[in-house]
């Protein structure tokens, strides 16, 4: 789930074809998880929500769309990796390396 069009778009081509199961939704987190209360198995975020949402406000969303047993992960840095490996991505010469 992201609110960007081109980070939407980008986790669509890097995943979409993983398992028919995955659902990539285009919108911002908190609206999407305050509106599917118990609906998700896991909820799974790489450089995203837990990096740019108040803690306070995405734990109790995340907590509420899960269901009993649920589980909320996170990932850092590794959207980066794959972009690099997957898409032969270069930093420009002002990125940190």
Do not use: C, N
């Amino acid at each position: 789930m992201d609110a960007s069009p081109a980070q939407h778009y980008l986790a669509t081509a890097m995943y979409g074809t993983l398992s028919p199961r995955l659902r990539l939704v285009h919108r911002d987190v908190i609206p999407h998880l305050d509106a599917h209360p118990a609906t998700h198995d896991v909820l799974y975020s790489t450089f995203g929500a837990v990096d740019f949402t108040d803690p306070g406000t995405l734990l109790p969303a995340a907590a509420g769309a899960l269901r009993p047993g649920g589980r909320l992960a996170f990932s850092e840095g590794l959207l980066t990796f794959l972009e690099r490996k997957l898409f032969r991505w270069k930093p420009a010469a002002d990125e940190d390396h």
